[in-house]
């Protein structure tokens, strides 16, 4: 048991949280929600012993392991990947070398009777212990399972580090917490670079293996299927549910019109106390009645409704000017990097108005086919697009593209042309950009706002082709809602490359997945297809 007492935490005269208590029990998995800049990450450094609160206390048995995995890292050295997984048990081989060098030591002293002596069966007998307790592991056999799980091959375990993307470093660090087999796992976005297949590995592992959890993501499904309790940071203070998020999102509308009934009724009592005040001021008869009112609205203390709903904000692409039939048509494409082939005899058609996804593995060519539509690299095969197709792009590392010298209003006053310019405010609104945030510097701002600022660009061009390349990492809820909406009233073309379930759910009619060096096209939205291929994987893993 984990226990949180009083927890503060302040930035420059700014209280992020204050007073904040809860306890971690044995087995507890939970989703820590809370709009961008509530401090999510804030208070999992400070659990993780990364960062030192303002005030108060973390208590935690003398032995507890608490993991953390953040959302950046990343380590980059001369071991190879099954060496740095391995890494993991540095401590329990370091204490088995310990024990062994004094047993060896018990068997070559003939000082019995001396203090020395006796000290070393006293740390013998501590030692083996507490290598007891661990039970026995076979540490290869670990390593391996749990690299093969987050999606590395056999024949990656010799590679280098560093010849790993930051994505797949990702998973390196992932890999060594989940063999640590800690008491409490921490996890910042873990599913940013997973995979679909290593999602739903993850979220077996995490409810059948792991101790206690706490996550943060906005990958709703996972957070849906791993957690069992909900706590959410709102203007400083939290709320604790015992119930998964699609449970919290019901309780929390309920608690929010409890609250906005309550301020709603406050706020009447005090208008209606300062008319009276106003009326009878200056009446003698009065001046008891008026002086004690105007001492209660003095005490009064003035009830707060949680973070405004923006769930009824309807964000719209401009209409897009009219493409061929046909905006993508590839036939037998193939890609190789210096004879590493990537995928080959890829043959794909695309209509005006569709919306497909692009899944599979990492390293399988989604990326790859989409540089090669956008015309950034060479290829095999024939590829054309239609007539009068208006691409835009939306790529992963958009959001580190933009010119940090640059307020978040001067960013979006740059691009707009137009009658555009005039909806900039309701745009960037919607988005979750208040007034506050319009002079904000682009450098300051958070992964998911800066995401965010990408995604209003990309709202300025009117265009007929949209490709998004993993258009939500960073995305809170919220934002991830409103853009899916308005990509569904979209009325272009739409590609999209994405491991979030949910946000393809009921969004595409088709599903191109890349593995095995090929292209394969299926005629289904995203849940029938998932539905269909984790069978398939179940029976996979029956047949080894």
Avoid: C
């Amino acid at each position: 048991m984990i226990s949180i007492d009083g927890l503060a935490v302040g930035f420059g005269g700014t209280t992020l949280f204050k007073d904040i208590s809860f306890v971690v029990n044995d087995k507890d998995r939970i989703a820590l929600m809370g709009k961008n800049g509530a401090g999510k990450s804030t208070l999992l450094k400070v659990i993780a012993g990364v960062q030192k609160p303002s005030n108060g206390i973390i208590s935690a048995p003398k032995d507890a392991v608490i993991a953390y995995l953040p959302q950046h890292l990343i380590t980059e050295n001369k071991r190879t990947l099954f060496e740095e997984a391995s890494q993991a048990f540095s401590e329990m081989i370091s204490r088995q070398a310990d024990l062994d060098e004094l047993n060896h030591q018990l068997t070559v002293r003939t000082d019995y009777e001396s203090e020395e002596y006796y000290a070393i069966i006293e740390k013998v007998s501590e030692l083996s212990e507490k290598l007891y307790s661990l039970g026995e592991v076979n540490y290869d056999a670990e390593v391996e399972k749990i690299l093969l799980g987050l999606g590395f091959l056999r024949t990656d375990f010799k590679r280098p580090t560093s010849d790993f993307s930051g994505g797949w470093r990702m998973r390196i660090e992932l890999a060594k917490i989940l063999l640590q087999n800690p008491d409490l796992i921490l996890l910042d976005e873990p599913t940013n670079h997973l995979d679909i297949e290593s999602v739903q590995w993850l979220e077996d592992f995490l409810v059948t293996s792991s101790k206690a959890v706490i996550v943060i993501s906005h990958d709703r499904a996972f957070v849906d299927n791993i957690t069992t309790r909900t706590i959410e940071i709102t203007m400083g203070r939290i709320y604790d549910y015992k119930v998964n998020y699609s449970k919290y999102l019901e309780l929390r509308k309920e608690r929010r019109e409890h609250q906005q009934k309550a301020f709603d009724e406050q706020q009447k009592m005090i208008a209606e106390t300062q008319v009276f005040i106003d009326r009878f001021k200056g009446t003698y008869s009065k001046t008891l009645q008026v002086q004690s009112r105007v001492k209660m609205l003095e005490k009064l203390e003035i009830l707060e409704v949680d973070e405004v709903d923006t769930s009824h904000l309807r964000l719209r692409f401009p209409p897009s000017p009219r493409s061929g039939n046909y905006p993508v048509i590839a036939e037998d494409v193939s890609k190789n990097y210096n004879g590493h082939l990537v995928f080959s005899d890829a043959s794909l058609t695309i209509q005006r108005g569709e919306k497909v996804a692009f899944v599979g593995k990492n390293g399988e060519g989604k990326s790859t086919l989409i540089k090669a539509i956008m015309g950034e690299i060479e290829h095999g095969g024939k590829l054309s697009l239609g007539h009068n197709t208006m691409i835009g792009y939306f790529a992963q590392n958009e959001a580190s593209l933009l010119d940090e010298k640059l307020t978040v209003f001067q960013t979006i006053d740059d691009v707009a042309k137009g009658d555009i310019r005039s909806k900039i405010k309701d745009i960037l609104g919607a988005f979750m950009f208040g007034g506050e945030d319009w002079d904000k510097k682009v450098k300051v701002l958070s992964g998911g706002e800066r995401t965010r600022l990408a995604m209003v660009k990309l709202l300025l061009e009117p265009v007929n082709l949209l490709i998004l390349d993993e258009p939500t990492n960073h995305l809170d809820m919220r934002t991830k809602d409103i853009l899916k909406q308005a990509l569904m009233d979209f009325d272009g073309t739409l590609i999209l490359v994405s491991h979030d379930r949910d946000f393809l759910d009921g969004m595409v009619s088709k599903v191109f997945e890349f593995g095995n060096k090929r292209v394969k096209e299926h005629f289904e939205g995203i849940r029938e297809f998932l539905e269909r291929k984790k069978m398939e994987h179940l029976r996979e893993l029956e047949g080894k």
